[in-house]
């Protein structure tokens, strides 16, 4: 039997979750790093007004920073849709208003649907009439019963 390779999570629609670049002989994700990047960035303002209140110990801010953006926007929920927190965040904030969301997309009400199946009574003058038996045809298997009653469809053909 021939070998067979899963090529899914090369092509797939999460082919770039696991790919991995070297930073400064650190192997780490594209997006971990991205997201680690944009956060230092985003503390550098808050960073420079600290460092002037607390000298040297202001370099904790960016340090905070980072955490919270790997929190945010690289790590998961470990249940349900296992959205991004962020994601979860924002649809919890949305949902305030009485409007149910999942994944950002607004969860339509419910709605009740109720299937049962119907008989239509038959008279003795349609016991005249051809009737015509299918595999589909749900009298056409209960005509036979073991030891029942057969049903009021059913006593007519």
Same mark, same amino acid.
């Given at each position: 039997?021939?070998?067979?390779?899963?090529?899914?999570?090369?092509?797939?629609?999460?082919?770039?979750?696991?790919?991995?670049?070297?930073?400064?002989?650190?192997?780490?994700?594209?997006?971990?790093?991205?997201?680690?990047?944009?956060?230092?960035?985003?503390?550098?303002?808050?960073?420079?007004?600290a460092g002037f209140m607390f000298g040297v110990w202001a370099l904790i801010v960016p *340090?905070?920073?980072?955490?919270?953006?790997?929190? &945010?926007?690289?790590?998961?929920?470990?249940?349900?849709?296992?959205?991004?927190?962020?994601?979860?965040?924002?649809?919890?904030?949305?949902?305030?208003?009485?409007?149910?969301?999942?994944?950002?997309?607004?969860?339509? $009400? #419910?709605?009740? *649907?109720?299937?049962?199946?119907?008989?239509?009574?038959?008279?003795?003058?349609?016991?005249?009439?051809?009737? *015509?038996?299918?595999?589909?045809? &749900?009298?056409?298997?209960?005509?036979?019963?073991?030891?029942?009653? #057969?049903?009021? $469809?059913?006593?007519?053909?």
């Amino acid at each position: 039997m021939p070998v067979v390779y899963s090529l899914t999570e090369l092509t797939g629609r999460n082919r770039n979750e696991n790919r991995r670049m070297v930073v400064m002989t650190f192997e780490v994700k594209r997006r971990t790093f991205m997201v680690s990047i944009i956060s230092f960035a985003a503390s550098l303002p808050l960073t420079g007004v600290a460092g002037f209140m607390f000298g040297v110990w202001a370099l904790i801010v960016p *340090v905070i920073f980072i955490i919270g953006g790997l929190w &945010l926007w690289d790590s998961r929920q470990r249940k349900g849709l296992k959205l991004l927190n962020y994601q979860a965040i924002v649809d919890g904030r949305k949902a305030q208003n009485g409007v149910l969301y999942a994944a950002g997309q607004p969860v339509p $009400e #419910p709605v009740l *649907v109720m299937h049962q199946r119907q008989f239509i009574p038959l008279t003795r003058a349609d016991s005249d009439a051809p009737v *015509v038996r299918s595999a589909d045809n &749900l009298s056409a298997s209960r005509t036979r019963s073991r030891g029942r009653r #057969p049903s009021a $469809e059913a006593r007519y053909l």
